[in-house]
């Protein structure tokens, strides 16, 4: 049985402006100890897809489809069980530190109130809990950083904070949200090694633009305007991308010359047939104008294109 099946997930924003649609068709499969990475432009969707997966988004969005964990849908879990969820069997490492740590409140106490709340342990022993996370993610003097607040401290060491505070309850599956953004090359080497570390034993989704911290997952899945486009092995996919868009990505890393996809992302306006990435792509041909669908092309590969 997966840990995580996500089946025809699709989330419309109600705007001003109509209707958004942000992600469509969505169907994953995570194994439990699977690490996959999740990589696109920004605005594909990739944020959307982790804050829908744990049912954390807000009123205004309408989310259709279907997400299990462990067996049980997500959409059909009552409040207790949702905060059971959350609190324990799945983590979420956001975007930005500062959307997940009080500014004004010392980082432990926060560590600790989630350990507590989570039910993981309580008063000292949640404590020395929070202690021991800040000492395995690296901080030579734990107890400083516990009594530090999250204002004074630089984005590297923050997200430090971050990922010993949704590490310390343990969870099965954890969700970091672009843990290397803004950080300087060594801030990022090591917050890949840590975050490798400390999620040996559990399931990992990273998502990034980053692909070097892609590279440390097992599976990459490349999205584009809502979409996955292509899925599979990392190495096969780095080596080999089948996609356009993913040979694209990996032509537009620095490592490689930066060089630019042509034309614009194109995203929620999916008023009209076809692939998405036509209008952008050097290989279009007739049967672009109907919609792809992801098809295996390999065990363990699949991708959303006509020639591929
Ligand atoms: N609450 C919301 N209301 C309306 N639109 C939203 C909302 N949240 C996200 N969107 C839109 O959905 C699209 C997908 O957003 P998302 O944050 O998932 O992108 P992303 O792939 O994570 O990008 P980035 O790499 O910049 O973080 C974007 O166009 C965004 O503006
Ligand atoms: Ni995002």
Request: hydrophobic share 35%.
């Amino acid at each position: 049985m997966s840990l995580l099946k996500v089946r025809d997930l699709s989330v419309t924003f109600d705007t001003l402006q109509g209707p958004f649609k942000a992600i469509e068709g969505i169907d994953l499969d995570v194994e439990e100890f699977d690490t996959l990475a999740i990589v696109g432009e920004s605005g594909c969707g990739k944020s959307v897809l982790g804050h829908a997966t744990m049912r954390l988004l807000d009123d205004i969005a309408v989310v259709k489809g279907s997400v299990i964990y462990r067996g049980r849908e997500v959409y059909a879990m009552s409040r207790e069980e949702l905060l059971e969820l959350r609190g324990k069997a799945i983590s979420l490492v956001p975007q930005s530190p500062s959307a997940s740590f009080n500014p004004v409140i010392r980082i432990g106490t926060q560590i600790t109130e989630l350990i507590e709340k989570a039910g993981v342990a309580h008063g000292r022993e949640a404590e020395q809990r929070a202690l021991t996370y800040l000492e395995r993610v690296g901080f030579p003097d734990p107890r400083a950083i516990f009594n530090s607040y999250p204002h004074r401290m630089s984005g590297g060491m923050c997200e430090r904070a971050l990922i010993a505070m949704s590490t310390s309850t343990e969870p099965d599956l954890i969700i970091a949200d672009e843990p290397t953004k803004g950080l300087d090359a060594l801030s990022r080497k090591n917050i890949l090694y840590m975050l490798q570390k400390m999620t040996t034993g559990s399931t990992l989704i990273m998502i990034t633009h980053d692909f070097k911290a892609a590279a440390m997952c097992k599976r990459i899945a490349v999205m584009y305007s809502g979409e996955i486009v292509e899925i599979g092995p990392t190495r096969v996919v780095l080596e080999q991308p089948t996609h356009h868009y993913t040979r694209g990505l990996i032509d537009a890393q620095p490592s490689r010359g930066m060089k630019p996809i042509p034309g614009r992302h194109t995203i929620g306006s999916h008023t009209s047939e076809g692939c998405r990435f036509r209008d952008r792509c050097d290989r279009v041909r007739s049967e672009c104008g109907r919609h792809p669908l992801l098809r295996k092309i390999e065990d363990y590969r699949m991708v959303r294109c006509h020639y591929a």
